[in-house]
């Protein structure tokens, strides 16, 4: 045995040119086959742990992925809002133990601005039931204060008493700015992880501020309030864009959502943030289910290289089988020889592509979050990707044999004198 | 106790499966021990198979082949490696190392599949180390060069290498198949005389296969391939 491996990593390290290469390609191809898997779990992950304990998502009348993936996740527009009354209305209700209000539509330097109120640092929660916590100061009090995200506070490189601008509408290419009324931020929120990093958020009051000189979204030419002045208005929100709902008792649950889809003066709609998010998935699952087969493609490519490869130098070492033969070598240790050597690249590129793919996870996370708002948590490698890594090496196992069988079938038929 | 001949062939006959134009009949074929034997044989003439066949690496399909004494159509195929690991040393036209192993791995080779021959190479000296050494000083090899790789040494360095390698240990029989023909023509005198000095000196019998004549002259025994299958096979293709 000993001999046996001896030889096997000798007389590979002699070719390790063509062989590395082959560990390369299939380390590339494992990382692709095991970053689909981890992205999508990764996806999964920061997707549920986004919200917890909310038990119903409230909005205008749309598609309940849509009501999440703006009121919960920050992505895409709200098509609609909802009036101010019928969220008083429904926070009302004896069921509710808490509402907190959202108003979303303005933004900062791309990262979204959310109208609220104090109940949301209060009874927000993300991940395992956690509450928001503070690095630096505290929730809002005055008019034009602003408590903002880790990502946001990183990114811009702010701090307390930083003065921000807001935009109208989304997107870093803003088209009007509120510069007449500047906001201060006066806290600065932990890391969590979530959508909520990247959030910049004002009291409700506040957004009303801001655009009580507008309409139909653009400045009133000729109309322009002084910020120390917007305090005589009536400040009352008059419209928000979501409500998130926790109810007393989740048995409630259904009573509710039913109570808001029948709601009378509006048509508004409510959603149970794990239904939708299933609902998400179920529609996803077909790009994801298409990934993962490319990539175990990619792999079967791979995997065939390494055939290939194995096989065609079998030609140029017959020699080398024939003088082992002489030596006392049994076809046997020829058929372990070829196999090994198989196994020896696949396992080594598996080792290589789990790599690159943890180390890959890491750089992801945060470019991720930075490009495209999306919150992807990776914890490792996940029981799907594990099988995967082994379903690999199994496969690449299963392949060599198929050089090993040459070789032994060659070693019985050629004698000690191959003919070359 | 020693048997008496080294090889008995009895009756022999081999057909390529896959070649039905190519047959190998032997009637009788006998080698003394310690006996020097060149065997003249042309290319195509079937001397590579006799060699596998008498390695126990190809099986005839009647006939009995007996090295030592024993029987290899008897032997299960692991013990013909076992058997062919303990007592046979092959030496090889060209092309007779691991390119990947050093001098020195590939001498000790044979040491690895045969618990006999690195006894044997121990009873002599203290490591196997130093019998490997001792083995390339006697065929007049700079012992310097034992942890050099293979593929530095000179085509001669090379098979004097590979008759370290098939002496080590001591086995019985020494199977060699046109060992000179990659070198010059003054270096081959020499190597033979190298190869056979060492061959008398461990009591080993040779086996020699060559298609030049002009070699024989040293030989205790000479015999032809086309004598060995005379009469036998008409259709086996002769060159001469």
């Known amino acids: 045995m000993k001999t046996l491996l001896s030889l096997a990593f000798h007389s590979a390290w002699n070719r390790k040119g063509t062989l590395m290469l082959m560990v390369v390609s299939i380390a590339l191809s494992v990382m692709l086959l095991l970053g689909v898997e981890q992205l999508r779990a990764g996806v999964r992950n920061g997707f549920s742990q986004s919200v917890s304990g909310t038990d119903l998502v409230i909005g205008a009348r749309t598609s309940p992925i849509q009501l999440m993936l703006y009121a919960v996740f920050r992505l895409g527009d709200a098509t609609h809002n909802m009036h101010w009354s019928s969220f008083e209305k429904l926070a009302g209700r004896p069921a509710v133990a808490f509402a907190i209000p959202i108003s979303l539509g303005d933004s900062h330097q791309g990262f979204p601005v959310i109208g609220t109120q104090l109940s949301y640092f209060e ?103 002084p910020a120390q002045y917007v305090k005589k208005f009536n400040l009352q929100p008059k419209e928000i864009t979501a409500v998130l709902i926790g109810l007393k008792s989740r048995s409630g649950v259904f009573q509710m959502q039913r109570y808001v889809n029948n709601f009378q003066d509006e048509p508004l709609l409510a959603v149970l943030p794990g239904v939708a998010l299933g609902e998400l998935w179920s529609i996803v699952s077909v790009v994801e289910k298409t990934l993962l087969a490319v990539s175990a493609l990619v792999v079967t490519v791979g995997l065939s290289g390494l055939v290939a490869v194995v096989l065609a130098g079998l030609g140029e070492r017959r020699r080398e089988l024939a003088v082992l033969r002489s030596v006392g070598a049994g076809p046997l240790l020829v058929f372990m020889l070829l196999a090994i050597e198989g196994l020896l690249v696949v396992l080594l590129g598996a080792l290589l592509g789990t790599l690159a793919v943890v180390a890959a996870s890491s750089l992801a996370a945060p470019f991720l979050q930075a490009k495209f708002g999306l919150t992807v948590v990776f914890s490792g490698l996940t029981t799907q990707t594990q099988l995967l890594l082994a379903a690999v090496i ?14 032994y079938r060659m070693s019985l038929t050629d004698g000690l004198m191959p003919r070359l | 106790m020693p048997h008496a001949m080294t090889i008995e062939i009895d009756n022999l006959h081999y057909a390529w499966k896959r070649r039905s134009d190519f047959q190998l009949n032997i009637a009788e074929l006998k080698i003394a021990h310690g006996e020097k034997v060149f065997l003249y044989g042309p290319s195509g003439s079937g001397k590579s198979t006799l060699l596998s066949l008498l390695g126990g690496v190809l099986l005839p399909q009647q ?175 002769f060159s001469s």
Request: glycine share 6%.
């Open chain 1, 123 to 225: 009874h927000f929660r993300y991940g395992d039931k956690r509450v928001l916590e503070f690095m630096q100061g505290a929730p809002f009090a005055d008019i034009f204060d602003t408590v903002i995200g880790a990502e946001v506070a990183e990114q811009l490189n702010y701090s307390l008493n930083t003065e921000i601008i807001l935009s109208h509408g989304q997107g870093v290419h803003r088209l009007a700015e509120h510069e007449d009324k500047p906001f201060r931020v006066v806290g600065i929120l932990k890391r969590t992880g979530t959508p909520v990093d990247r959030s910049i958020h004002v009291s409700l009051a506040a957004i009303e501020a801001i655009h009580l000189d507008w309409q139909a979204g653009a400045p009133m030419p000729g109309v322009s309030i």
């Open chain 1, 394 to 407: 199994l496969a690449g196992a299963l392949v060599s044999l198929i050089p090993g069988y040459r070789a």
């Open chain 2, 63 to 237: 006939g009995r082949i007996r090295i030592l004494g024993k029987e290899l159509t008897s032997l299960s195929s692991v013990a013909r490696d076992r058997f062919r690991a303990d007592h046979v040393g092959f030496l090889f036209q060209q092309f007779n190392l691991l390119p990947y192993l050093s001098v020195i791995d590939n001498i000790l080779l044979p040491c690895r599949f045969s618990k006999l021959r690195c006894q044997r190479a121990l009873q002599t000296e203290t490591s196997l180390e130093k019998s490997a050494i001792r083995l390339l000083s006697q065929l007049q090899l700079d012992t310097g060069l034992i942890h050099q790789k293979v593929t530095e040494l000179s085509v001669g360095q090379q098979q004097r290498v590979a008759a370290a390698r098939a002496m080590i240990g001591q086995p019985e029989l020494i199977i060699a198949d046109e060992p000179t023909s990659a070198l010059d023509s003054d270096r081959q005198v020499a190597f033979l005389d190298l190869l056979l000095a060492q061959c008398a000196a461990s009591n080993a019998s040779l086996l020699m296969v060559s298609h030049d004549r002009r070699l024989a002259t040293r030989f205790s025994q000479t015999l032809a391939m086309h004598d060995l299958c005379a009469g036998v096979n008409p259709t086996m293709p």
